[in-house]
Structures are given as C-alpha cells and as structure tokens.
C-alpha cells in the first residue's frame, strides 16, 4: 500500500483518504466502542455526576430513576440483567416508531456504505428535497415549503423569525402552560414559570399568555394588529391540556382577522402522536406555519423542520443576497435526511397512525375504569397516545391527611410517588406532566398494543390500591420524598421533582 494512493474499485483515492485506509486496515490504533461499553457501562452516573449534570444525577437518585439501561428495541428497554422496561416515556415522543428501527438503522448503514457528498453547504443535496417532497405529500397542500434544522426549539426559532419578516410585526404570544423549548426566542413564550427564572429578559413582545378556550381574551391581544404570530399546542406538553370547545377555530378565525400568522408547533404533537397525523387535524386547521423535530428521524438523529405557505417562507428569502439569511450548519445533513425517509416510511407501512387513534381510545378507557375505583384519578385526557392523568384529593379521610401533607411540600410529589412506583415495582417508564401539577403524563410509542395497555394498567391499579394502605410502603416513599425536598430546600439541591 502507498501513503499517497490506494487503488479502489472507483479509481485513486486522494492522500488522505489512503492515510485513512491504512490506519483502518494495519494500524493497531482503533476505537472498540464495543469492548468499551462492556466494561465501563454501569459507570454512568459517576461519569455524568463528575462531568455533566450534577443535579440531574441526584435528583434521578432521589426518585428511583437512576436505572443503567443497557439496549433497546421496540416499545422497551432492558437493564444490564436483561430485565425488560416498559418505555412509555418514548425519550419525550422521540421514538415513536419504537427504538432502534431496523428500517431506519437500514437507511443510517445505506448512507455510510454510499460516501454521500454531505453538507456540501453551496448545492442542494438529493436527500433533503427527497425529505422535503415526503413530508408535504403528508401535509396540508397549502404548507409546502420546508426549512430543514436539527431540534425543535430552532424549529421555533426560524418560525417565529419567518412570521417576524412575514409580517413586518413583533409581538408573539401563546397559551397559558405553553411549552415551546428553552432556546431564548421560544423560551420567551414559555407558559411555565420555573423554566424562566433567572434567564430575563426575555424577547419583548412576548409576553402575553392567553388561557386555553379564552377567545375574548385572544381578541383582545389581537386586536392591537401587532401581533405577528399566535403560536399553539393542540395537545399542550405540560398537563396534556387540550381544547374540548371549538376555540381553536375560533382562534384561526381571529388571527386572520386581524393579520395574525397562526404556529401550530408539532414537534411532539406531530406525525401521529394524537391518532392523527398532525395535531392541528383534530379540528381541520389551516395553520400558516408548522414545526416539528423528536419523531421526525425516527430516534437516531437530530432532525428538525419548519413547513410553511411558499409566500411566507419567501419573505424571508426575499432577494439573492437574502440567500442564507437563515440557515444552520446541520441542518440537512445525509444522516438526518436519510433517517426522515425511512421514519415517514414506518409510520404509513406500519399504519401508525390509526393504530395510535385506537390503542389511545382503548387506553383512556380502560384508565377511566379505574377511576371509579380510585377516588385519586380526576380525569384522563389528552389525544391518542399523548395522555395526562390528573389526580385529584381522595374522597377517603385518612388519605386526605397524606394527600394534604404531601401537597403542603411541593405539588408534584404524589405523582412522583406514582411515577416512581410505577418504575420500581412494575418496570414502566412514565414522568410527570410539569411543576406544580398532579398530572402523570404517558408517551408510549405509537407501535404498542394490547398486551402493553393491559400491563399499564394492571400497574397503574395495583400502584393506586398501595396508595389507599395509609403508612404502607407507597407513603413511606412519599416520606422520603418530602424528607428529600425539605433538606433540599436548607442546601438549594434538587427536589424530587421531574420535568
Ligand atoms: C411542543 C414542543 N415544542 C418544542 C420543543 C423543543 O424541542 P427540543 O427539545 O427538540 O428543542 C418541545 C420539547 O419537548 C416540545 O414538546
């Protein structure tokens, strides 16, 4: 072999290329990722406690979550002793088609073994107009521009920055509890005050919360004609809140009234997650601007996008010279491109969609039985497989005692009792809906079937009727997590609490 060339069924490859080549063939020098993880997993936590987030890791501790999960497939995950975990949790509605794909692991394998020229940056690659052209065969006809990015909150961005030039206006507004990222622009629309303190100012103009089904008060915001974007979840990330009126339309009526753009952020509600496509579908929307990100690639890598009207997408790119004014480096790298394909291709195949519209409405009924049985749960809401499970005081004396004494600490912690049970005893990954809430949020992938809803709420039953033995083990968990956030509040470390 020469350093300068090495013969390959295409021809010559340049000097660095056979440098490459030989370090892969002769050298000893190489990266066993494989002999590595086999003897260092089980390392993490101390790993992440020494150089990532500290407080993360104590307060995974406090509530039973610090779990070493060593593979994945499908709808669960499995621990160094090969113990399997229900995942309803889906990494916040990433893995909608279930981990690890083979389809999708497929097109990963397919893009490496072809060498794609990647990120050329001044061409347009084969992959992203294949992407784009898939996605808006799947949208509205009216939204078929794209913009490609690699998570959702610069999905926000660019889309707040697209209705700024859209419109020539400043203001953006949003729903009360609204979650839209933790980026500067969309953290400015923020319906959560816990994720805002200690990080103004934030945009100006932005900060108006209208109250889900409040249209009086989304008229008056309007009104003033300086609002360029009312931005939405159908299906609201923190407490799976979702219009049971006819508001949204309403809210569609308004902006275009008063010449406001209307974002429905899909990044967690979009391509199935509700038993529809997209979320906005529920009530025949015609948003101006979509964004969407998680599931978009199918797990393995980052992948965002922007899908808006061609004449909104145009003021932004007015003029030659406008060319690049937004764009971002990763944005329609091969990898996620590839990945989008194969995930698209998963979801019709797979028919992910009515099966999520299905399992959803057998799951909340099924939720909604126990509720005669436990006076804990309020409601099941939510659409398709985005479920919140709202609890409420027990009707039961002595309940209501540990009820108000939890809740005198911290509002979350009977949930996080639930949650952290739930994990513990029977294995099934599920959060929190958000701070100050008794609200249980479930996300499992949109693959799941009868089998896994039956083991949910088996669970679920069996963790509820724990709860009635007043001083069993389920209250001495809540005790422990009250100990946690009292000292937690003497030494400012983490509170049992999850995002
Ligand atoms: C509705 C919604 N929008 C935006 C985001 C931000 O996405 P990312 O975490 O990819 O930035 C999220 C994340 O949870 C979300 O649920």
């Given at each position: 072999?020469?350093?300068?060339?090495?013969?390959?069924?295409?021809?010559?490859?340049?000097?660095?290329?056979?440098?490459?080549?030989?370090?892969?063939?002769?050298?000893?020098?190489?990266?066993?990722?494989?002999?590595?993880?086999?003897?260092?997993?089980?390392?993490?936590?101390?790993?992440?406690?020494?150089?990532?987030?500290?407080?993360?890791?104590?307060?995974?501790?406090?509530?039973?979550?610090?779990?070493?999960?060593?593979?994945?497939?499908?709808?669960?995950?499995?621990?160094?002793?090969?113990?399997?975990?229900?995942?309803?949790?889906?990494?916040?509605?990433?893995?909608?088609?279930?981990?690890?794909?083979?389809?999708?692991?497929?097109?990963?394998?397919?893009?490496?073994?072809?060498?794609?020229?990647?990120?050329?940056?001044?061409?347009?690659?084969?992959?992203?107009?294949?992407?784009?052209?898939?996605?808006?065969?799947?949208?509205?006809?009216?939204?078929?521009?794209?913009?490609?990015?690699?998570?959702?909150?610069?999905?926000?961005?660019?889309?707040?920055?697209?209705?700024?030039?859209?419109?020539?206006?400043?203001?953006?507004?949003?729903?009360?509890?609204?979650?839209?990222?933790?980026?500067?622009?969309?953290?400015?629309?923020?319906?959560?005050?816990?994720?805002?303190?200690?990080?103004?100012?934030?945009?100006?103009?932005?900060?108006?919360?209208?109250?889900?089904?409040?249209?009086?008060?989304?008229?008056?915001?309007?009104?003033?004609?300086?609002?360029?974007?009312?931005?939405?979840?159908?299906?609201?990330?923190?407490?799976?809140?979702?219009?049971?009126?006819?508001?949204?339309?309403?809210?569609?009526?308004?902006?275009?009234?008063?010449?406001?753009?209307?974002?429905?952020?899909?990044?967690?509600?979009?391509?199935?997650?509700?038993?529809?496509?997209?979320?906005?579908?529920?009530?025949?929307?015609?948003?101006?601007?979509?964004?969407?990100?998680?599931?978009?690639?199918?797990?393995?890598?980052?992948?965002?996008?922007?899908?808006?009207?061609?004449?909104?997408?145009?003021?932004?790119?007015?003029?030659?010279?406008?060319?690049?004014?937004?764009?971002?480096?990763?944005?329609?790298?091969?990898?996620?491109?590839?990945?989008?394909?194969?995930?698209?291709?998963?979801?019709?195949?797979?028919?992910?969609?009515?099966?999520?519209?299905?399992?959803?409405?057998?799951?909340?009924?099924?939720?909604?039985?126990?509720?005669?049985?436990?006076?804990?749960?309020?409601?099941?809401?939510?659409?398709?497989?985005?479920?919140?499970?709202?609890?409420?005081?027990?009707?039961?004396?002595?309940?209501?005692?540990?009820?108000?004494?939890?809740?005198?600490?911290?509002?979350?912690?009977?949930?996080?009792?639930?949650?952290?049970q739930m994990l513990s005893k029977h294995r099934i990954l599920t959060q929190v809906a958000g701070h100050a809430m008794d609200v249980m949020k479930i996300l499992p992938p949109l693959i799941i079937g009868e089998r896994e809803?039956?083991?949910?709420?088996?669970?679920?039953?069996?963790?509820?009727?724990?709860?009635?033995?007043?001083?069993?083990?389920?209250?001495?968990?809540?005790?422990?997590?009250?100990?946690?956030?009292?000292?937690?509040?003497?030494?400012?470390?983490?509170?049992?609490?999850s995002a």
């Open positions: 072999m020469t350093w300068l060339a090495v013969p390959t069924y295409r021809g010559v490859l340049p000097m660095t290329f056979a440098f490459r080549a030989q370090i892969a063939e002769n050298w000893p020098m190489s990266l066993d990722l494989k002999e590595i993880i086999a003897g260092r997993l089980g390392e993490n936590y101390q790993l992440h406690e020494r150089h990532l987030n500290r407080t993360l890791v104590a307060a995974q501790r406090v509530i039973g979550f610090d779990k070493v999960y060593a593979r994945a497939e499908g709808a669960y995950l499995y621990d160094m002793d090969n113990q399997p975990y229900l995942d309803f949790l889906s990494g916040y509605s990433v893995f909608n088609i279930g981990r690890n794909h083979p389809l999708v692991k497929q097109a990963i394998r397919d893009v490496l073994d072809l060498d794609l020229p990647n990120m050329v940056q001044m061409d347009c690659s084969l992959l992203s107009g294949l992407l784009a052209e898939a996605l808006t065969k799947r949208t509205p006809p009216h939204l078929d521009a794209v913009f490609f990015c690699s998570s959702g909150t610069e999905a926000m961005e660019g889309a707040l920055k697209f209705a700024r030039a859209a419109t020539g206006r400043k203001r953006a507004i949003s729903l009360a509890s609204a979650f839209h990222g933790l980026s500067l622009g969309s953290l400015s629309l923020m319906g959560c005050e816990s994720f805002t303190e200690g990080f103004g100012p934030l945009m100006e103009g932005f900060d108006a919360r209208v109250p889900l089904d409040d249209t009086e008060e989304l008229d008056r915001q309007l009104r003033s004609r300086d609002v360029a974007a009312f931005v939405i979840e159908t299906v609201q990330g923190k407490g799976c809140q979702t219009s049971k009126t006819d508001f949204f339309v309403r809210a569609q009526e308004l902006c275009r009234k008063y010449g406001t753009l209307l974002i429905s952020d899909e990044v967690q509600t979009g391509l199935g997650r509700t038993g529809k496509m997209f979320g906005f579908q529920h009530w025949n929307l015609e948003p101006d601007i979509i964004t969407l990100a998680k599931t978009l690639s199918g797990g393995y890598v980052p992948c965002g996008a922007i899908v808006t009207r061609r004449d909104i997408y145009q003021k932004t790119f007015s003029r030659m010279d406008r060319c690049v004014v937004h764009s971002t480096t990763f944005g329609r790298n091969n990898l996620a491109m590839a990945c989008g394909l194969a995930a698209l291709e998963v979801i019709d195949q797979e028919n992910l969609v009515d099966n999520t519209a299905k399992m959803g409405a057998l799951l909340m009924e099924k939720i909604d039985v126990l509720r005669a049985k436990h006076s804990f749960i309020k409601e099941v809401r939510g659409k398709g497989l985005m479920i919140g499970i709202e609890f409420h005081e027990p009707r039961e004396l002595k309940l209501k005692m540990a009820w108000k004494l939890l809740h005198k600490i911290d509002k979350v912690l009977f949930t996080q009792m639930i949650v952290t809803i039956d083991m949910f709420v088996n669970a679920l039953d069996d963790v509820l009727t724990e709860c009635r033995k007043f001083h069993g083990p389920m209250w001495e968990l809540g005790n422990n997590f009250v100990k946690a956030a009292l000292g937690s509040r003497r030494t400012a470390e983490p509170r049992p609490v």
